[in-house]
């Protein structure tokens, strides 16, 4: 694909609504790496005792910002 063209895509991409950005880049993620049925259902197994876990009180949630702000600690002493 020559530059010209390669430019003329981007810029019919940078003009397209956000759904239709959101769909184009998982279609090109997919292209990329092929997804693994098996993997897939362990993710999903995963994610939904996840949610089971967090449903029954099973689990203590940590806010995201108190997360990254021990990151944060940890990484500057």
């Known amino acids: 694909m020559s530059a010209l063209k390669q430019d ?9 609504p956000i759904d239709l950005k959101t769909k184009l880049v998982d279609k090109i993620l997919a292209s990329i790496t092929p997804t693994n049925s098996e993997i897939d ?4 197994k995963e994610a939904n005792k996840r949610k089971q876990e967090i449903e029954s009180n099973s ?12 990151i944060s600690q940890r990484l500057n002493s």
């Open 8 to 16: 003329e895509l981007f810029d019919e991409i940078d003009i397209l």
């Open 41 to 44: 259902k362990l993710w999903i």
């Open 59 to 70: 689990v203590t949630l940590v806010d995201g910002d108190t997360v990254f702000k021990k």
